[in-house]
């Protein structure tokens, strides 16, 4: 079903732009979605096949696991991912087994806002925002409506 119950998955570009979007229900958490997500990830290119591994992944600490790291770290994609509390605690108290600590970019880590207004952008967005649609087919059909309108908005200020 679409409406309050339905949450937004989306993966954007640099620019804020989305490139690919999922719709599950509310109770789902983000972290199980990110896999499926970057399995859809495709940018077309002038020339060749569609570019399917980005240079970076930003996100909160949500999506600090060990499944995510590692799946970005064998695509060799560089991970902006701070880690939570709870798991630099769990690898101190392992002492020398827990591995050293995970890297951040903290200066990449401060474009992440970019992400966060775009959240903020698409869920004003009236036709989201009333919620009135109750199919997730439809609901879903008004998330990527509201992804054309923001990829046309942005094609049109180019010069």
């Known amino acids: 079903r679409g409406g309050l119950s339905t949450k937004i998955h989306q993966l954007v570009d640099g620019n804020g732009l989305p490139l690919v979007t999922l719709i599950t229900p509310g109770q789902a958490g983000d972290s199980p979605m990110f896999l499926p997500l970057m399995a859809q990830l495709r940018v ?3 020339i ?4 399917t591994r980005p240079d970076a992944i930003r996100g909160d ?3 600090s696991s060990r499944a995510i790291r590692g799946h970005l770290r064998a695509r060799s994609i560089k991970a902006v991912i701070p880690e939570p509390d709870d798991q630099k605690g769990h690898r101190k108290r392992r002492g ?8 951040l ?3 990449d880590y401060r474009n992440r806002n970019v992400i966060e207004r775009h959240y903020c952008h698409t869920k004003q967005w009236r036709g989201l925002a009333t919620r009135f649609d109750k199919h997730a ?4 059909a008004a998330v990527v409506l509201n992804a054309v309108i923001a990829w046309t908005r942005a094609l049109s200020d180019t010069p």
């Open 61 to 63: 600490k949500a999506y």
């Open 48 to 51: 060749g096949r569609p570019r």
């Open 105 to 107: 970019d903290a200066a």
């Open 44 to 46: 077309a290119r002038d």
């Open 96 to 103: 020398s087994h827990g591995g050293r600590p995970v890297g």
């Open 137 to 140: 087919v439809i609901y879903r």
